[in-house]
């Protein structure tokens, strides 16, 4: 049961980032890192689509984790890469190849194995105050210098380290968003109300979207998504263990296969931004900011 909803969780994940992205790559020129980016897309209702099936794929890994463990359902979160492939290349014009599809392999394969390996430990359900500040601020500094190297780079490079950058946001929530349905269940509804965690999940859930929605309006799906569905559980599991003091193997062995999972993840990452993609997300006909100039262009 634990892992049909993990899997039924990653497909809807999946495609709802799909279609995001195809929303996302269709927005006005120069919206990239902007506020008026999720202006313009909460007036699409592709893209409201897009996030209510990922609203729906949430609530089937929360059940799924209410019936399992993390190191359960994690692994096969992953897998949303792939369904998100599959429906990208029935959807979009430009063919997926087989440099995009090794790289998706390589990235779903390099999480799941470093998380199998590592077998992560749960932890406890909540932490002090200030170790929630300290790993933010940590996160915030990454994230922040992660988005200023990638405004120097090139379109494909520059999705591929956004996306990362969003998915470690993610990553954040989603241990945040365990600490407060945590505190919800022990306590009821207005201890969590009144608590500050729920108002913190908003708050990176909204800039983790603007990240993830530029690196969808720079590249395309299987260059852009990815980092952002590799990072997060990494980053989950960094949180886990340096906030919530949960475990990690860390035998001769378990670290050399876990660093070796990283590399392939790494090297997954690098052919994705590779991809000649990218030059057929922006041709004319595909260009984000030219069909409703040329719903019909020759």
């Not at 980032?17 to 592709?46: E, F, I, K, T």
């Not at 990638?150 to 470690?168: D, I, N, S, T």
Request: a positive charge; hydrophobic letters at 55%.
């Amino acid at each position: 049961m634990v892992y049909a909803l993990a899997l039924c969780s990653a497909a809807f994940v999946g495609i709802g980032n799909a279609v995001q992205q195809r929303a996302a790559a269709r927005a006005p020129s120069g919206a990239v890192l902007h506020w008026r980016l999720l202006g313009y897309l909460l007036r699409q209702r592709l893209w409201l689509t897009g996030i209510a099936t990922s609203v729906v794929g949430n609530l089937l890994s929360g059940a799924a984790l209410g019936l399992g463990s993390v190191a359960e359902v994690e692994p096969l979160s992953v897998t949303a890469v792939l369904f998100a492939m599959a429906v990208a290349a029935v959807w979009s014009r430009y063919r997926v190849g087989r440099r995009e599809w090794s790289g998706a392999v390589a990235v779903v394969a390099g999480v799941i194995a470093f998380l199998l390996v590592g077998r992560p430990g749960p932890g406890q359900p909540d932490a002090p105050v200030w170790q929630w500040v300290l790993a933010a601020a940590s996160i915030g500094i990454i994230t922040a210098t992660l988005v200023s190297l990638a405004r120097r780079m090139r379109p494909q490079h520059e999705a591929a380290v956004l996306g990362f950058g969003a998915g470690m946001l993610f990553g954040l929530q989603a241990a945040l968003t365990s600490a407060a349905v945590r505190r919800l269940f022990d306590r009821g509804l207005l201890p969590m109300l009144v608590d500050w965690t729920p108002y913190a999940v908003v708050v990176i859930a909204v800039v983790g979207i603007l990240l993830a929605q530029s690196a969808y309006k720079l590249a395309p799906l299987p260059i852009s998504y990815p980092p952002v569905a590799a990072a997060e559980p990494l980053a989950g599991v960094a949180i886990g263990i340096g906030v919530l003091d949960g475990s990690l193997r860390i035998t001769p062995i378990a670290l050399v296969i876990e660093f070796a999972a990283l590399a392939v993840m790494t090297v997954g990452v690098y052919a994705l931004a590779a991809s000649h993609l990218v030059e057929a997300h922006h041709r004319p006909h595909h260009h984000p900011h030219l069909p409703h100039r040329h719903p019909h262009p020759k």
